[in-house]
């Protein structure tokens, strides 16, 4: 079912707002005080998270694990989550100021492997699916430690993050991804910013630039349609790949059968998983693409 690790014990917390700023249009980054799910909450991982005051709404929003926070001695203080606003929930999410509280359950879902089994990586993205990202890289390239492990750094190990976006108007600020050592490479629908096309036109055109290269392992995380493409493309290139789906979720905890994907099982045959207990990562060529 991929490249993962058991899930953490997960903690319902009243957390503080830090900080809720505005990245573009429509996405936000919000930084929220839990010193107790940011030491435990590891990349892949994601929050169910809603304001404390009032029910509306009702449920909490599944948001993913963006980055942690230390404090003055270096201990995990507070953890970052980036969301973009599409509906009353993230509407009401992006109204909220610094020391308002909200109501924050996890970490949940599995989260990726410590180690992976890869030198030459490539982490592709589209929409809002870049989220998991900066985390993984900084845990992968040694940079960062989550969940109380840290890697040593293996000078050998290379991440290359391929973003693609409708056009350069909606693309969000990536300095982090460089800072923490990752190459970026960007790439818009209507050939505003980076390589002219989809993700997999990227991918194709980094093959055909650098003779004799196919990376180990793609990790991706977007739309559906991506995520498709993205893993066929790594299957007719013999490329492990992990996905992330983004499937809707209720409750987090598998009780409401919201957010099944059809997953190939060991016999062949396809059954419905859920993505917040099973998942979110699984392995691309497991899951049967409509």
Known sequence: MGEMLSESCATQAIARIISNQQLTATIFRIEIESPEIAATVRPGQFLMVRPQAGNDPLLGRPLA???IQADSCGQPHSFSLVYQVFGRGTAR?????????LRVWGPLGHPFNAEPAATDIWFVAGGIGYTPFLALGKWWLGRSAFGGKILSPDQNRKIE????ARSASVLPPLDEFLEAGMTVSL????????????????MTHRLDKVADFIPDLIVACGPEPMLAAVSRWADSHSVRCLVSLENQMACGFGACFSCVAPIRQVDGSVDLRRVCIEGPIFDGRQVAWH
């Open 65 to 67: 694990l963006y980055d």
């Open 93 to 101: 999410l992006s109204q909220m100021k610094p020391g308002e509280e």
């Open 161 to 164: 993050f391929i973003y693609g």
């Open 187 to 202: 790439c818009t629908d209507d050939g505003s910013r980076g390589h002219p096309g989809r993700v997999t036109d990227l």
